[in-house]
């Protein structure tokens, strides 16, 4: 385990594109969040009454404990960003036929996988890292609130999560694909496009079976936050009230997915 | 002498298309062994299939007498195909990817290595920035890490400049002379004869021969001799050979023996007792090149 995190370590420390990409995920959550910040705030900052009943009909999404929900909500719309790393690291591979050399070194075809896992779920930690950061850099500048900090942390759980399943069907359409322009430009367009589109002709249409598209299955641990919730609470309180198993549908598919990854990668040629 | 690789009927189909044809041979320890075989013969695949990144239809092999695993990979120093490298690593921190994984070597081992294939003033340069022959010469550095019993190399030389295959040729020379053992694949038959110690050949899939290479390049004795008058220096070689021919450029007579069979003593002899003096007896060797020539193209 340490063999394989030293190594990976050696391969992405010097790597400029993983670093640029990092930095610009670290750019941009902030700057989401701030955006974010800054609409909520042109609305209700004017004395007019409407901005008053705006306010207290929305209340602050960016106080403790919302601000949890909020951001883990806003943050996920950009995992494609992160996403571009994970390719990378594995088509990388692939381009330089280093997976081949890797193999020839010594390690095991698992051990190879095992690596690329622990390269997902660092990026994926990372990432839940920065979200955190934020949020407590939010939730502390923001005035209100009711005070519970940690009342509503457990979205960190919840985004780590829907980050790390993510980043996984990232990494399987690059490893399947192998070529790192065409696993980019699918993944993102069905990030992006397809799926939102799909999931909402299954709403309008058939019976929303979209909720177990790879993408929406995660999707759903983190439902709108509350103040666009109060525009149908009866769907808000259905989308709360299925986080649970659409933890467990994560899971399993997450395990799935790195089933196929393992299995694929022990049976084919390099 | 024990074998270091034993492989026992592989076969690989690519598609319908069957690359290896139920090969099998063994390479003795401290040997050079040489797998020869025109492009698409299957020399590669072979060793793709012994390092584990291709899996064989059929058939197994053996390191050291155990079954091809990762803990026997790290033991082999090896150079398969082209040099694969991250290009966006230097040269240092490339060889320090192939220690960690391989477990070969130290840290300091990486400028030894270095220096000894002249990259240790380009230690720093990223991969990208190199020649063919500098990328051949730092994945031969790469096999060489931790000097390991056994080294496999696909085409060493590939890229490289009448210089460096040179060093690589003494390179290997040395590496025999110390005991390790090299499986190399080649289509130069020039290097193979300079550096090998045995042979394989390979034609599409199939293995032709193996063996010692002075067992597979003499296949029978050919005697050059040379006399004042060639037409009756050939009447009286026809008398000892049915395979007499004389070559009129080099201005001698060539007579084919069954292999082992040819005495030069005995031969100035016979000659000289029917009146034919030599001024030139020769007993010459097949050039690999022709042995290949001859086998590959039946």
């Not at chain 1, 995920?25 to 009943?53: C, E, K, M, V, W």
Request: hydrophobic share 45%.
């Amino acid at each position: 385990m340490n063999n394989l995190i030293r190594t990976e370590w050696l391969k992405i420390r010097k790597y400029k594109a993983f670093w640029w990409i990092i930095g610009l995920t670290a750019l941009s959550y902030p700057g989401i969040s701030y955006i974010f910040h800054n609409i909520y705030d042109s609305f209700t900052n004017r004395t007019g009454q409407a901005a008053q009943l705006i306010k207290s009909l929305i209340g602050n999404p960016f106080t403790f404990p919302e601000v949890w929900h909020t951001l883990a909500f806003s943050s996920s719309l950009f995992v494609f960003i992160p996403s571009v790393v994970v390719i990378m690291f594995i088509t990388n591979e692939y381009t330089f036929k280093t997976n081949r050399q890797n193999i020839i070194d010594g390690w095991s075809r698992n051990e190879f996988m095992a690596s690329k896992f622990i390269d997902v779920l660092l990026v994926s930690l990372l990432v839940t890292l920065l979200y955190i950061i934020i949020c407590i850099v939010t939730g502390f500048t923001t005035e209100g609130g009711s005070g519970e900090i940690w009342g509503m942390a457990y979205y960190a759980g919840l985004f780590s999560l829907q980050t790390f399943s993510q980043l996984s069907i990232a990494f399987l359409v690059g490893f399947l694909l192998r070529k790192a322009f065409m696993a980019l430009g699918i993944f993102i367009f069905y990030f992006i496009v397809l799926e939102p589109i799909l999931v909402g002709l299954a709403k309008w249409k058939a019976n929303d079976i979209g909720e177990f598209l790879p993408l929406e299955i995660s999707d759903r641990l983190i439902p709108m936050p509350a103040f666009m919730g109060r525009i149908d609470k009866e769907a808000y309180e259905k989308a709360l009230a299925s986080i649970n198993i659409h933890i467990l549908y994560t899971v399993i598919l997450t395990s799935l997915i790195w089933w196929i990854c393992f299995r694929v990668n022990n049976r084919r040629d390099m | 002498m024990s074998s270091v690789l034993s492989i026992q009927n592989i076969t690989k189909y690519y598609g319908s298309v069957r690359a290896l044809n139920n090969v099998s041979f063994d390479i003795p320890e401290g040997s050079v062994f040489g797998i020869l075989g025109p492009n698409g013969s299957g020399k590669t695949t072979l060793l793709s299939i012994i390092l584990d990144v291709l899996k064989a239809n059929n058939g197994t092999f053996s390191w050291f007498g155990h079954p091809g695993s990762p803990e026997q990979r790290k033991k082999i120093g090896s150079l398969l195909e082209t040099p694969n490298f991250y290009h966006y690593l230097s040269a240092s921190d490339n060889l320090k990817i192939t220690q960690a994984i391989s477990g070969r070597g130290v840290t300091s081992d990486i400028d030894k290595v270095l220096m000894k294939v002249n990259l240790y003033e380009r230690r720093k340069s990223s991969f990208k920035t190199f020649s063919l022959g500098m990328k051949q010469r730092l994945a031969v550095g790469a096999a060489l890490l931790g000097e390991p019993q056994v080294l496999v190399l696909d085409e060493p030389t590939n890229g490289l400049d009448p210089v460096g295959i040179a060093e690589i040729r003494q390179l290997i020379i040395e590496l025999r002379d110390q005991g390790h053992t090299i499986i190399m694949a080649s289509h130069l038959l020039d290097e193979v004869e300079k550096v090998c110690t045995h042979v394989a050949i390979l034609k599409t899939g199939n293995l032709l021969t193996t063996g010692d290479v002075e067992e597979v390049l003499v296949d029978e004795d050919v005697v050059e001799a040379g006399a004042a008058d060639l037409d009756a220096l050939s009447s009286v070689l026809q008398q000892i050979s049915k395979n007499v021919s004389i070559d009129t450029a080099s201005k001698t007579v060539h007579a084919v023996l069954p292999k082992g069979t040819a005495k030069l003593d005995e031969i100035n002899s016979f000659c000289f007792q029917k009146g034919v003096v030599l001024n030139h007896l020769l007993l010459k060797k097949k050039r690999l090149e022709a042995r290949f020539f001859e086998l590959t193209n039946n």
